[in-house]
């Protein structure tokens, strides 16, 4: 199973629903949405409030293994009602089986990062329920430009892909301050963030995870990026390849004037899958890089790098980044 969030915000503890009746605490985890001035769009889950608290440096293998099964094993609330809140607009959506809504907003929108916050939930009986909000942000960029797409695992997380036994038991006994990077990762990504690329992480990891790895990448210094991970319900959840090329598809129609960077490593299928991103949308991948992590050959025109101050000097020859830049790569350990 491969690693991979809502976003270390304020949690706000909201209360609704007749008095009397009998109600059971909720979680509504937002996402991180995003799009451009002409539209955008907000997702996230409710689920049952398991009530975990966050990882803390003392925590023993006991209790990172509780947490993490807790969030495997989560309880959806099928076919919630919620009514989201964003930019001074509320709108009431469905969740479906597995908990997960979805808020399409259209045109114009103001560009920034916006608070986005829920209002109202109850179950598909019409019952009202106490709930927490976990919130995410809605960022809306400029309508064109350039954009990162990236991979997660053994792209900017170590994970082990050549030993599944050894991964499968990182996953389930560590935390999101024990998830280790690649020295230079973090500073190339800031440099990406401060040149205005938008950058969106897409993976096949459980949404399961998704606090868990947005708090691994906050901990390691990451910009804030939204995540687009895989739904655990899905009897497909091995395959990577449809799936992905979905989600990058979705990716493009929500930013459809910009060229992408793309991120990814060679575990497993990246190379293939963004082999044919380039062919499904000609002129828009500006550059391909690979990170190595096993023997599997990239694919023509893809840049394979080994380090990220070796990507980064790729990343320099071809003007992507400044000399500034690169040796804030180089010298990040």
Known sequence: MRLVAVNLAATVLLASGPAGARRKPVVVQIYDGFGTPLQARVWGRVLEDEGQPPPRAGDGWYRKLKRNVKALESDELPRAVVQ?????RKQRVVADDEGLFEVQLKGPLPQGTHAVSAQFVADRKGKQHRFRVEGGKLMVWPASGLAVISDIDDTVLRTGVGNKLKMARRVMTT?????ETYPGAPALYRAWHRRGYPIVFVSGSPVNLYLKLSAFLAHRKFPRAPLMLKDFGLKD????KAYKLGQIARVVQLLPGYCFILVGD???QDPTIYEEVGRRYKGKVELVLIHHVADRPVLGGQLRFSSYAEAARQLRQRKKIDDAELKQVEQER
């Open 84 to 88: 989201i809140q964003v930019l001074d």
């Open 175 to 179: 935390s999101a301050l024990d998830l």
């Open 237 to 240: 959840l091995t395959e990577q």
């Open 266 to 268: 060679d575990g497993e």
